[in-house]
């Protein structure tokens, strides 16, 4: 099949041509770029020259063959990085990669590119499934895969050889079914959010709410937060007392909220967990949360409200921020503590 160049908003995606042998050796002689891929720093012309002959002497993607895309600016050509697909069992499965130059870092192009590549290897080749696989200290990586709806399905120890190097794999993959729910989400903001009672008719669904992989290092599992309310944790003399609600968002459940309660040891609430699921994100629900608790807390007779967060690479941080939260100095277990003081 003759694969003919794909368009997003912002990119051409084209066939490899003679002369990106230039721009593949630059970009992957860099060893930021080349710290968690296959191969090894410098990547001399030649090798990059060799690998381009080979690409272009392909019509498109080829079971059993890894086969280049170059990414490109279409207006003034500028070469931006490429993506990488390998087709197997008869072309039903495509592993996927991307590598962009540093200078491209940080404009979401790996997501526009990539997402349009899983497009077309659903839509237009009629793959099953399309996974990928990266070093589980890549979080940019995957958040990537993860924004084109790839879903974490697990982490092979020691399992990838680079010379003598040898590492770990975290495995991302999609099959159809599931990337067209990805791909049909909600994304406009909810009509109305409110907080819903956590029962025997619902606790299962509650606990099937999950967020992103990378996200799990900043907020636990829901079922590790309902272990958490059954054994509270001590503080300050005295067992948290918790108060756990699900998040509902024009009827459906989409996220998970438990605080702490005001006690004679706790003087203030304390926002203890927040979670949005991973197919309502960026809809504006976690500060809608937000603004909900705040209000129930002001019922309570509250004043304040304090929480705590890991700084890095997808922390709920700057919503915390952003929302009002000072920090107040305090870092608890690795947390920087923030605390939220109500408008009278």
Same mark, same amino acid.
């Given at each position: ?52 002959d ?28 490429d ?17 962009? %130059? ?5 404009? /979401?192009?790996?997501? !526009?590119?990539? @997402?349009? *590549?899983?497009?077309? #290897?659903? +839509? &237009? ?16 990586? %995957? ?5 084109? /709806?790839?879903?974490? !399905?697990?982490? @092979?120890? *020691?399992?990838?050889? #680079?010379? +003598? &190097? ?76 918790p108060?756990?609600r ?47 608790l ?30 009002g ?20």
């Open positions: 099949m003759i694969f003919e160049p794909l368009r997003t908003e912002r990119l051409l995606l084209r066939p490899m041509r003679t002369d990106d042998a230039v721009s593949i050796a630059a970009r992957r002689s860099d060893p930021d770029v080349a710290r968690y891929q296959n191969w090894t720093t410098p990547y001399p012309l030649e090798r990059a020259q060799a690998l381009v080979d690409i272009v002497a392909m019509d498109g993607p080829a079971d059993g063959e890894w086969w280049m895309l170059t990414i490109a600016d279409p207006d003034d050509s500028t070469v931006l990085g993506l990488v697909v390998h087709l197997t069992w008869q072309g039903r499965t495509a592993e996927i990669g991307y590598t962009l %130059a540093p200078d491209a870092w940080g404009a /979401g192009y790996a997501v !526009e590119a990539a @997402t349009e *590549l899983v497009r077309y #290897l659903f +839509d &237009d080749l009629g793959v099953t499934r399309i996974e990928a696989m990266l070093h589980p200290d890549n979080p940019a990586s %995957a958040m990537v895969l993860e924004r084109i /709806g790839l879903i974490f !399905e697990g982490h @092979t120890r *020691l399992s990838f050889w #680079l010379g +003598d &190097d040898n590492s770990d794999d975290w495995i991302y993959g999609v099959v159809r079914d599931d990337w067209e729910a990805w791909r049909d989400r909600p994304r406009h903001p909810p009509t109305m959010v409110r907080f819903a009672e956590i029962t025997t008719d619902n606790y299962v669904e509650v606990g099937q709410l999950v967020t992103h992989r990378t996200q799990q290092r900043f907020v636990s599992p829901v079922r590790a937060s309902f272990a958490d309310a059954m054994f509270p944790e001590v503080v300050d003399g005295a067992p948290l007392v108060w756990m699900a998040i509902e968002a024009d009827g459906e459940l989409v996220g998970f909220v438990m605080v702490a309660l005001t006690t004679e040891a706790h003087p203030e609430p304390y926002l203890w967990r927040l979670l949005v699921d991973r197919m309502h994100q960026r809809r504006g629900i976690g500060r809608a949360a937000l603004d909900l705040v209000e129930q807390c002001r019922a309570w007779g509250d004043r304040s409200l304090l929480t705590s967060w890991t700084p890095g690479k997808g922390s709920p941080e700057p919503l915390y921020l952003d929302y939260f000072v920090p107040t100095g305090e870092i608890v277990d690795g947390e920087t503590e923030g605390s939220l003081t109500f408008e009278s």
